[in-house]
């Protein structure tokens, strides 16, 4: 008969605690998703708080989001002031992304390997680009690096092919190895 209880209660605890999980994981409908079947972010990202910079940070996103992503700017009334390493990892059907200002960093391979990626609007708090932030965003355009950044990371545009103009920043202090190699503009640059 103890065995039984104890087995009914860990059942209802551990039900607790997953609808907790699930309450956590909704964003709220501050942005939005043009061209994905699914227009609720709430499906397409997943926020963990940040208690130290109060405020939360994409950790993942649905590999089977397409389109225009548009990152909101709050959650649970409180700014989304991050993009974690590797959170847009290999999401190939994404062709743009537009980041509020209320992000303040982008981890490292962020974007990585998300070949259909045309355009960026990167926010204007950021200080540097991460590491293997876009590398292997083969169909990357154009990119705008905002007044902020002080930092471009090494391999942060390696394999960025199609890359036909940057438009850098006064602020610009360091552009570290191979950030821009094996693309167009790195081919040019090893050329002179």
Same mark, same amino acid.
């Given at each position: 008969m103890r065995k039984l209880f104890y087995v009914i209660l860990t059942v209802v605890i551990l039900?607790?605690?997953?609808?907790?999980?699930v309450g956590q994981s909704y964003p709220g409908a501050n942005g939005g998703v043009n061209?994905?079947?699914n227009e609720n972010p709430a499906d397409l990202f997943e926020f963990t708080l940040d208690e130290t910079a109060d405020g939360y940070c $994409?950790?993942?996103?649905?590999?089977? $989001?397409?389109?225009?992503?548009?990152?909101?700017?709050?959650?649970?009334?409180?700014?989304?002031?991050?993009?974690?390493?590797?959170?847009?990892?290999?999401?190939?059907?994404i062709s743009g992304v537009v980041l509020?200002?209320?992000?303040?960093?982008?981890?490292a391979s962020a974007f990585r390997s998300c070949s259909n990626l045309v355009s960026v609007e990167l926010p204007e708090?950021?200080?540097q680009i991460g590491s293997d932030c876009?590398? /292997?965003?083969?169909?990357?355009?154009?990119?705008?690096?905002?007044a902020g950044v002080l930092r471009i990371a090494e391999r942060a545009f390696y394999e960025c092919e199609s890359l036909e103009t940057i438009s850098?920043? /006064?602020?610009?202090?360091?552009?570290d190895?191979?950030?821009?190699?094996?693309? $167009?503009?790195?081919?040019?640059?090893?050329?002179?």
């Open positions: 039900l607790f605690a997953l609808a907790g999980c061209g994905s079947v $994409i950790i993942s996103a649905d590999t089977s $989001i397409s389109g225009e992503v548009v990152v909101p700017d709050m959650y649970n009334d409180k700014p989304v002031i991050r993009i974690a390493e590797r959170a847009f990892y290999n999401c190939k059907d509020p200002d209320s992000i303040t960093n982008i981890g708090n950021i200080s876009f590398h /292997g965003c083969v169909s990357l355009k154009n990119i705008d690096i905002p850098l920043s /006064g602020g610009l202090l360091r552009i190895s191979s950030a821009f190699r094996h693309g $167009i503009l790195g081919r040019q640059t090893q050329a002179q």
